[in-house]
């Protein structure tokens, strides 16, 4: 069974600071996906990355897929309250359509 | 711009009812998942069909019920309802192929007493 490992499950930081949320797996992925959930709302993508090494950046938030693309980070530089979300991952394995998904990062940044 | 509909947003049931998750999307999309979110374990999913008239199980399918009629809607149905079906549940859709993004619904909050 293909699992993604997310840490921390929980980050608490005040407006201001850097953070880095992970996601690791010991299998392959040909592609991992990294989404934000707001409350009360279904997850909206923010970045795909497919490339081992792959870095993509979206305004203060980088993204970096594994060199053997079985892990990857989502880092914020000087993180907002708008910040304020659960964040998930989830990987498409080369074996089968369905994607995993890692149990999700709930991050509160306070003003 | 509608994208994933998802009626109702919240249920409440009674243990033994059945009742019908309703998902619908505008966006032409082959593929459609349901998944259910309980706290701290992420999103599993329950059912999948890749076009109309195909469906298969997901990692948690048991006591659900789910068909693929048409390209738009793909209903999601508790045949007899548990507590342990108490979660916040999810459809998807997405285009065919690997790697497309998942687009969501807003969820349907159900609770069985």
């Known amino acids: 069974t293909q699992l993604l490992e997310q840490s921390p499950q929980f980050l608490s930081i005040q407006e201001g600071e850097n953070l880095t949320v992970y996601c690791n797996s010991s299998s392959v992925f040909s592609s991992l996906q990294w989404y934000r959930q707001e409350p009360g709302e279904g997850p909206v993508l923010l970045v795909t990355?497919?490339?081992g090494g792959e870095v993509k950046k979206l305004k203060r938030l980088t993204f970096q897929f594994g060199d053997a693309r079985k892990d990857s980070s989502l880092h914020i530089t000087a993180a907002q309250p708008g910040d304020t979300g659960l964040y998930l991952c989830a990987g498409y394995s080369d074996s089968n359509y369905q994607l995993i998904w890692g149990a999700g990062t709930k991050l509160i940044i306070k003003p | 711009n509608a994208g994933v509909t998802q009626t109702p947003k919240f249920q409440v049931l009674k243990t033994g009812q059945s009742m019908t998750l309703q998902c619908a999307q505008d966006m032409n999309h082959e593929y459609m998942s349901w998944y259910r979110q309980d706290p701290g374990m992420g999103l599993r999913l329950i059912h999948y069909?890749?076009?109309?008239?195909?469906?298969d199980q997901g990692e948690v399918p048991n006591g659900y019920n789910v068909s693929r009629s048409t390209t738009e809607d793909f209903p999601l149905r508790l045949l007899s309802a548990a507590p342990s079906q108490t979660s916040v549940y999810f459809c998807?859709?997405?285009?065919?192929?690997?790697?497309?993004?998942?687009?969501f619904g807003d969820g349907t909050r159900l609770s069985i007493l």
């Open positions: 998807a859709s997405s285009s065919s192929g690997h790697g497309q993004p998942q687009h």
């Open positions: 069909s890749v076009g109309a008239g195909i469906t």
């Open positions: 990355v497919v490339t």
